[in-house]
């Protein structure tokens, strides 16, 4: 019955992001003077080689790195905190970069938008840092809870209260 619940949903879901989708195509196609569709086609087809050509590289580089150099527990931390970064980086580049402003109208970016995204930065980083810790602190009980005696502790269950060596 669940199964057939998930099944429902996802159709349901992907049937509103098919109209949500058509929508937005429909609006780009009849309102041209606003839309303005050979400069959408060339960001749409710029995006995709963007992303084909240096996000999915450099995501699957820094993906590498992170195997050879951050230890299992901790990486899909370390990968979220980097996703998540990057998200925001990019999705604020016009603001922090200034792009859009003008400097006769101050009040078009009054914010310090690059001091907010390393407010923003730092936040996640210690997000991410205190769930390393909490990870590492349990894993640090679990190894001192199960240590070398067992997992009840005592040294019956590890076997070295009255039992002869092995013969080799």
């Known amino acids: 019955m669940k199964a057939n619940r ?3 949903l ?5 049937a509103a992001g098919l109209a949500m989708a058509g929508y937005g195509i429909h609006g780009l196609l009849t309102m041209t003077r606003a839309t303005n569709p050979p400069q ?5 087809i710029g995006g995709i080689l963007v992303h084909d050509l240096v996000a999915f590289p450099v995501t699957a580089a820094v993906g590498l790195v992170l195997t050879r ?6 990486r899909a931390v370390v990968q979220g905190a980097l996703l998540v970064s990057a998200t925001v980086a990019l999705a604020s580049l016009p603001l922090w970069r200034g792009y859009g402003g003008s400097p006769d109208n101050p009040t078009v970016n009054p914010l ?3 001091r907010n995204l390393a407010i923003v930065l730092g936040a996640v980083w210690a997000g991410a840092a205190a769930l390393i810790v909490v990870r590492a602190v ?3 009980r679990a190894r001192r809870v199960s240590g070398p ?3 009840t502790g005592s040294a019956e269950s590890a076997g070295t209260v009255g039992s002869a060596p092995e013969p080799s």
């Open 149 to 151: 005696a067992g997992p």
């Open 112 to 114: 310090p938008y690059g």
């Open 10 to 14: 996802r159709g349901l879901l992907a």
């Open 40 to 44: 959408a086609a060339r960001w749409l």
């Open 6 to 8: 998930g099944k429902a």
């Open 69 to 74: 150099f951050v230890r299992a527990p901790y």
């Open 138 to 140: 349990r894993a640090w």
